[in-house]
């Protein structure tokens, strides 16, 4: 009988849920930046209300961005590289959208490595902030019981 052992290799970074939290972010990411496309260029009945169309897809946009932010939040390792998988496929998504939508790159003045840049930079952020937010509360926590048990003095027996 011969025993195989898997190595680390895709399979096992397919399994990871920070892959999947970022493939499944990403792909929502993309559907957003569809509908937002589509909606402003090619629904002219939406034009007199373009200040809430607008204004709901950057809302919607945002809100499907704190996704990996939410599911690991006491990982900021996980949300970077959550957070810059959904980001390097919405950056796929927006060169795609820059075949059909030629002035694409012009009217937003990047282009999708531009955009793959912002993003790391973004969830990099993200994840310093919950990183330092973490240490602090561990080191408060640390610092209270440090405290309490300092507190407590043991009378001697008489």
Same mark, same amino acid.
């Given at each position: 009988m011969s025993t195989t052992q898997k190595g680390p290799g895709l399979s096992g970074a397919v399994h990871n849920p920070a892959f999947f939290t970022g493939v499944l972010t990403g792909i929502l990411l993309s559907f957003v930046m569809y509908g937002w496309l589509? /909606?402003?260029?090619?629904?002219?009945?939406?034009?007199?209300?373009?200040?809430?169309?607008?204004?709901?897809c950057l809302g919607t946009f945002g809100f499907v961005m704190i996704i990996p932010v939410l599911r690991f939040f006491r990982s900021p390792g996980r949300i970077f590289a959550s957070g810059l998988v959904a980001w390097f496929l919405l950056c796929v998504a927006y060169a795609s959208a820059e075949i059909c939508f030629v002035n694409l790159s012009n009217r937003f003045a990047?282009? /999708?490595f531009k955009l793959l840049v912002m993003g790391a930079v973004l969830y990099g952020g993200v994840g310093v902030m919950v990183w330092t937010l973490t240490t602090v509360v561990t080191v408060l926590r640390q610092n209270t019981s440090a405290a309490s048990s300092a507190i407590e003095v043991s009378t001697p027996p008489r």
């Amino acid at each position: 009988m011969s025993t195989t052992q898997k190595g680390p290799g895709l399979s096992g970074a397919v399994h990871n849920p920070a892959f999947f939290t970022g493939v499944l972010t990403g792909i929502l990411l993309s559907f957003v930046m569809y509908g937002w496309l589509y /909606a402003a260029n090619r629904m002219s009945g939406l034009e007199h209300l373009a200040f809430f169309r607008n204004w709901i897809c950057l809302g919607t946009f945002g809100f499907v961005m704190i996704i990996p932010v939410l599911r690991f939040f006491r990982s900021p390792g996980r949300i970077f590289a959550s957070g810059l998988v959904a980001w390097f496929l919405l950056c796929v998504a927006y060169a795609s959208a820059e075949i059909c939508f030629v002035n694409l790159s012009n009217r937003f003045a990047t282009g /999708a490595f531009k955009l793959l840049v912002m993003g790391a930079v973004l969830y990099g952020g993200v994840g310093v902030m919950v990183w330092t937010l973490t240490t602090v509360v561990t080191v408060l926590r640390q610092n209270t019981s440090a405290a309490s048990s300092a507190i407590e003095v043991s009378t001697p027996p008489r």
